[in-house]
T-cell receptor, first 115, second 114 residues
Framework: ETGVTQTPRHLVMGMTNKKSLKCEQH?????MYWYKQSAKKPLELMFV???????ENNSVPSRFSPECPNSSHLFLHLHTLQPEDSALYLC??????????????FGPGTRLTVL | GENVEQHPSTLSVQEGDSAVIKCTYS??????FPWYKQELGKGPQLIID?????GEKKDQRIAVTLNKTAKHFSLHITETQPEDSAVYFC?????????????FGKGTKLSVKP
């Protein structure tokens, strides 16, 4: 148990659906991250929030919309997804240290299947 | 930007043998190198990390070495056990962005045969 929880653990949705993924961290951290993990690909960083401010958006399509209402919660809103968006979506958190070297702790992930 | 290469992609060893996984990175300014273990159905879990001011770090059966000149770092697992079977990821801290985000290797699937 890393102190980072994600819900739901599994999600199946159609291409026209709208759903949201939720992440919560109980570590007192100030930075939160969304990653996409696909088969045979490196972990892909999607979004970074540091002290509730979005600091990174790695060219992610607009059908993925993040929301960070406070330092403990992070959401990923999904709409009109494509089958190639099927993957494991991982949330992570860290202290929010600047200049590199910030240890990240991951949640268990949400396995998303887009039909 | 940073690029991390990891080898091998799969590794099979007998229980009790050692396992070595190697990574290279491209950005000489990277200063933090964590290793994660991911078991089936779980998120990656940090197992050991090393910073650029240290050449080697050990924690029981796990050790990591860093060669800054050659820009490579390695994970060493001694006396492997079946529960060490998992996918292992290396990462390097890129100095892009406001806080140095992690760039991950593609992972190594380690199988330890009893």
């Amino acid at each position: 148990e890393t102190g980072v929880t994600q819900t739901p653990r599994h999600l199946v949705m159609g291409m026209t659906n709208k759903k949201s993924l939720k992440c919560e961290q109980h570590l007192g951290h100030n930075a939160m991250y969304w990653y996409k993990q696909s088969a045979k690909k490196p972990l892909e960083l999607m979004f970074v929030y540091n002290f509730k401010e979005q600091t990174e958006n790695n060219s992610v399509p607009s059908r993925f919309s993040p929301e960070c209402p406070n330092s403990s919660h992070l959401f990923l809103h999904l709409h009109t997804l494509q089958p190639e968006d099927s993957a494991l979506y991982l949330c992570a958190s860290s202290q929010g240290q600047r200049g590199g070297g910030d240890t990240q702790y991951f949640g268990p992930g949400t396995r998303l299947t887009v039909l | 930007g940073e690029n991390v290469e990891q080898h091998p992609s799969t590794l099979s060893v007998q229980e009790g043998d050692s396992a070595v996984i190697k990574c290279t990175y491209s950005d000489s300014a990277s200063n933090y190198f964590p290793w994660y273990k991911q078991e089936l159905g779980k998120g990656p879990q940090l197992i050991i990390d090393i910073r650029s001011n240290v050449g080697e770090k050990k924690d029981q059966r796990i050790a990591v070495t860093l060669n800054k000149t050659a820009k490579h770092f390695s994970l060493h697992i001694t006396e492997t056990q079946p529960e060490d079977s998992a996918v292992y990821f290396c990462a390097a801290s890129s100095h892009g962005g406001s806080q140095g985000n992690l760039i991950f290797g593609k992972g190594t699937k380690l199988s330890v045969k009893p």
